[in-house]
């Protein structure tokens, strides 16, 4: 993990008693949290031969405040805390969980009490920065907010025991989740939580994830065009669309899917059934036609039954934190693959330097390699370009494998894992992922 450590050292003179100014500090750039201490001589000592004593009346008093390089107050702990923490998920009560932006970032400096002969006060800032992590989550749940039959908190703490990292809330047509999911993060340590909403018409489906209220007009919408309002607006407010089970029944997706602004398409819902198999080679259509549009998928949970169930599928994203925003930009990137559960097997795909979802020239890089772990004995890896699929290995037993695969043409490559669940049962995907682009 890399980390930034600067320090502040200031003096405060007794004159400065009763005021309020700020120290500026340099945010870097891609910083995933901060942390800033502070520490100065709070209580006066008074020594008397051998013996110290520490008086309990302060003689100095430091409050502390913090403010974006967009002038907007973070926080503020008078002198009652002596460190603070701030991510996008999390803060110390008194802050406000964020994207930490690179810039100009205040230290709020209160001299509240300042001794006659002043006070030095050092400040110690702590920045960890992004770098590319592995994050399994569910991008498709409902509560009791609708017709779920659990609490967010009580999903969110499932989710934990289940090994998941994050968990989109996509209620139908409901905004009212979003709220308290800051105070719901802080009690379920190592869950993101993304707030979403499922636009539920008698036509289709689909999620508008990361914002909490993405129109302001009612849901409800009887043309094209007013279904495409409402598409607009979720995309100018900065959510991440995702057309959901295009070929579920009886909520199949029938608007027209050129005339709607969306990111990515949910090709695996629930169980692996027909529905998602159609999604799937319809996916693989456009990827033929060279319409780049990242797979997602999700459980679409309520609760539980003997085929669904919390983070089945997996949707696996290599991003570089575990905030929001960095999770859904991972995801509108490509950057990511789906399993059947959070302990399906495990990809890792990269032409050179590219990765999922990545370009690449033909002429510099040829060859995709691939590692799956977590494979048990039958399973089938194949890559499938625009030409084939073509399987690459059958796993003679649990275990690893590491191969390469050679571009003849341009165009994409993608990998599946296919696995007989049952006995006597055809052969379904245990892992789908999205493709590395090959250009001339």
């Given at each position: 993990?890399?980390?930034?450590?600067?320090?502040?050292?200031?003096?405060?003179?007794?004159?400065?008693?009763?005021?309020y100014?700020?120290?500026?500090?340099?945010?870097?750039?891609?910083?995933?949290?901060?942390?800033?201490a502070?520490?100065?001589?709070?209580?006066?000592?008074?020594?008397?031969?051998?013996?110290?004593f520490?008086?309990?009346?302060?003689?100095?008093?430091?409050?502390?405040?913090?403010?974006?390089?967009?002038?907007?107050?973070?926080?503020?702990?008078?002198?009652?805390?002596?460190?603070?923490?701030?991510d996008?998920?999390?803060?110390?009560?008194?802050?406000?969980?964020?994207?930490?932006?690179?810039g100009?970032?205040?230290?709020?400096?209160?001299?509240?009490?300042?001794?006659?002969?002043?006070?030095?006060?050092?400040?110690?800032?702590?920045?960890?920065?992004?770098?590319?992590?592995?994050?399994?989550?569910?991008?498709h749940?409902?509560?009791?907010?609708?017709?779920?039959?659990?609490?967010?908190?009580?999903?969110?703490?499932?989710?934990?025991?289940?090994?998941?990292?994050?968990?989109?809330?996509?209620?139908?047509?409901?905004?009212?989740?979003?709220g308290?999911?800051?105070?719901?993060?802080?009690?379920?340590?190592?869950?993101?939580?993304?707030?979403?909403?499922?636009?539920?018409?008698?036509?289709?489906?689909?999620?508008?994830?990361?914002i909490?209220?993405?129109?302001?007009?009612?849901?409800?919408?009887?043309?094209?065009?007013?279904?495409?309002?409402?598409?607009?607006?979720?995309?100018?407010?900065?959510?991440?669309?995702?057309?959901?089970?295009?070929?579920e029944?009886?909520v199949?997706?029938?608007?027209?899917?050129?005339?709607?602004?969306?990111?990515?398409?949910?090709?695996?819902?629930?169980?692996?059934?027909?529905?998602?198999?159609?999604?799937?080679?319809?996916?693989h259509?456009?990827l033929?036609?060279?319409?780049?549009?990242?797979?997602?998928?999700?459980?679409?949970?309520?609760?539980?039954?003997?085929?669904?169930?919390?983070g089945?599928?997996?949707?696996?994203?290599?991003?570089?934190?575990?905030?929001?925003?960095?999770?859904?930009?991972?995801?509108?990137?490509?950057?990511?693959?789906l399993?059947?559960?959070?302990?399906?097997?495990?990809?890792?795909?990269?032409?050179?330097?590219?990765?999922?979802?990545?370009?690449?020239t033909?002429?510099?890089?040829?060859?995709?390699?691939?590692?799956?772990?977590?494979?048990?004995?039958?399973?089938?890896?194949?890559?499938?370009?625009?030409?084939?699929?073509?399987?690459?290995?059958?796993?003679?037993?649990?275990?690893?494998?590491?191969?390469?695969?050679?571009?003849?043409?341009?165009?994409?490559a993608?990998?599946e894992?296919?696995?007989?669940?049952?006995?006597?049962?055809?052969?379904?995907?245990?892992?789908?992922?999205?493709?590395?682009?090959?250009?001339?």
């Amino acid at each position: 993990m890399f980390e930034t450590h600067q320090t502040i050292d200031l003096f405060i003179n007794h004159s400065q008693q009763g005021s309020y100014f700020t120290v500026p500090f340099h945010m870097w750039e891609e910083v995933e949290s901060l942390t800033l201490a502070y520490r100065y001589s709070r209580y006066a000592e008074e020594l008397d031969w051998d013996i110290t004593f520490e008086s309990r009346q302060p003689v100095n008093i430091i409050d502390l405040g913090l403010i974006a390089p967009d002038g907007r107050q973070v926080g503020a702990s008078g002198s009652d805390k002596s460190e603070v923490y701030i991510d996008e998920i999390r803060a110390t009560p008194g802050y406000l969980p964020q994207k930490l932006v690179e810039g100009e970032w205040k230290i709020i400096v209160g001299a509240y009490k300042v001794e006659e002969q002043g006070v030095y006060v050092r400040y110690e800032l702590r920045m960890v920065h992004k770098q590319v992590r592995l994050l399994k989550g569910d991008l498709h749940v409902h509560t009791l907010a609708s017709d779920g039959v659990h609490t967010v908190e009580e999903l969110a703490w499932k989710a934990k025991r289940n090994g998941l990292d994050f968990l989109a809330i996509t209620d139908h047509n409901q905004v009212s989740t979003a709220g308290g999911m800051e105070h719901i993060a802080a009690l379920v340590p190592g869950i993101t939580l993304i707030p979403g909403i499922e636009w539920t018409h008698y036509q289709g489906h689909a999620n508008f994830l990361g914002i909490d209220n993405p129109y302001d007009l009612p849901f409800m919408a009887k043309t094209p065009e007013e279904v495409k309002a409402r598409f607009d607006s979720a995309r100018e407010r900065g959510a991440l669309i995702t057309v959901n089970h295009p070929f579920e029944p009886h909520v199949e997706f029938k608007f027209d899917l050129t005339s709607l602004p969306f990111d990515c398409l949910e090709v695996w819902n629930g169980p692996m059934r027909e529905p998602n198999l159609k999604a799937v080679g319809m996916w693989h259509s456009w990827l033929v036609a060279g319409k780049k549009v990242p797979l997602c998928g999700g459980s679409d949970y309520h609760r539980d039954t003997p085929f669904i169930f919390l983070g089945g599928p997996t949707t696996c994203v290599y991003a570089m934190s575990a905030g929001p925003s960095e999770i859904l930009a991972a995801l509108k990137a490509g950057h990511s693959y789906l399993t059947f559960a959070p302990n399906g097997p495990s990809l890792e795909m990269t032409a050179g330097e590219a990765m999922l979802g990545d370009t690449v020239t033909l002429h510099q890089v040829k060859e995709l390699q691939v590692c799956v772990d977590g494979l048990k004995a039958g399973d089938v890896v194949r890559v499938v370009t625009a030409q084939s699929g073509e399987v690459i290995f059958q796993a003679p037993e649990a275990g690893i494998f590491k191969g390469g695969y050679r571009m003849t043409a341009p165009g994409f490559a993608r990998v599946e894992v296919l696995r007989a669940f049952l006995p006597g049962v055809p052969m379904l995907p245990a892992l789908i992922s999205n493709p590395i682009y090959f250009t001339e």
